[in-house]
T-cell receptor, first 112, second 116 residues
C-alpha cells in the first residue's frame, strides 16, 4: 500500500530544477506532499484532490494524474532552503478515519 | 495555520521505564490524531490512529500493550511507551486531523526518545 517515490535522492546546484514522482499500485483519491528537514517534523506543502489538478506555491508545484495513479512535485529554480526529504502521502481508510501512508521519501540536496 | 505541539521534545530514559509523550492541538479541535514513528533516514511509519473518546486503532505489528494511547479530549492525545527498551529509541511524531480543512494533517515537532 505504500506509494513509491522516485528518485530516492537527488543533488542539485542552486537554481536548477527537480521533479519528484509518486506512484501507487492502488487507486489514488488524493495526494499529500510534505517536506521534512533533518530532526524536524514534516511540513505540509499541498494536497491534490482531483485528477488533473495542479497546484503551486512560489516555485514549488505539483500535478495529479488520477488515471496513472501518480503525482509529481516540481521544484523550479531551486533554493538552498528547498533541501530536505520530500514525502508523498496517499489516503486510505482505516481506524474510523482517513489515514496517510507515506512513500519512502526523496532526499533533495541543494548545493550553492 | 493550525498548530500542534508535542511534549517533551526529547527524552532519555533507562531501559524498563515508561515514557509519556503528549500531543496537543493548540488552536483547533482534533477528533482524530495519529502517531508515527520514524527511524533514521526512513519514512514515517503509522503506529496508530487515535479517536477522541474511543480506543485507538493500531497498525499491524504495533503492540497495543506496549504503546498505550489515550485521546481523552479533542485537543490532547498521549502515547505512553511502557517498559521501554533500546530498540524503542526513535523519533515519535504525532499529527492531528483538522476536519474543517479537508483531511489536512498537521504534524507536531516530534519527540526524540533515547532508551539507554
Amino acid at each position: 500500500q505504500q506509494p513509491v517515490q522516485s528518485p530516492q535522492a537527488v543533488i542539485l546546484r542552486e537554481g536548477e530544477d527537480a521533479v519528484i514522482n509518486c506512484s501507487s499500485s492502488k487507486a489514488l483519491y488524493s495526494v499529500h506532499w510534505y517536506r521534512q528537514k533533518h530532526g524536524e517534523a514534516p511540513v505540509f506543502l499541498m494536497i491534490l484532490l482531483k485528477g488533473g489538478e495542479q497546484k503551486g506555491h512560489e516555485k514549488i508545484s505539483a500535478s495529479f494524474n488520477e488515471k496513472k495513479q501518480q503525482s509529481s512535485l516540481y521544484l523550479t529554480a531551486s533554493q538552498l532552503s528547498y533541501s530536505g526529504t520530500y514525502f508523498c502521502g496517499t489516503e486510505i481508510w482505516g481506524g474510523g478515519a482517513q489515514k496517510l501512508v507515506f512513500g519512502q521519501g526523496t532526499r533533495l540536496t541543494i548545493n550553492p | 495555520g493550525a498548530v500542534v505541539s508535542q511534549h517533551p521534545s526529547w527524552v532519555i530514559c533507562k531501559s524498563g521505564t515508561s515514557v509519556k509523550i503528549e500531543c496537543r492541538s493548540l488552536d483547533f479541535q482534533a477528533t482524530t490524531m495519529f502517531w508515527y514513528r520514524q527511524f533514521p533516514k526512513q519514512s514515517l511509519m503509522l503506529m496508530a490512529t487515535s479517536n477522541e473518546g474511543s480506543k485507538a486503532t493500531y497498525e499491524q505489528g504495533v503492540e497495543k500493550d506496549k504503546f498505550l494511547i489515550n485521546h481523552a479530549s479533542l485537543t490532547l492525545s498521549t502515547l505512553t511507551v511502557t517498559s521501554a527498551h533500546p530498540e524503542d529509541s526513535s523519533f515519535y511524531i504525532c499529527s492531528a486531523l483538522d476536519s474543517l480543512r479537508y483531511n489536512e494533517q498537521f504534524f507536531g515537532p516530534g519527540t526524540r526518545l533515547t532508551v539507554l
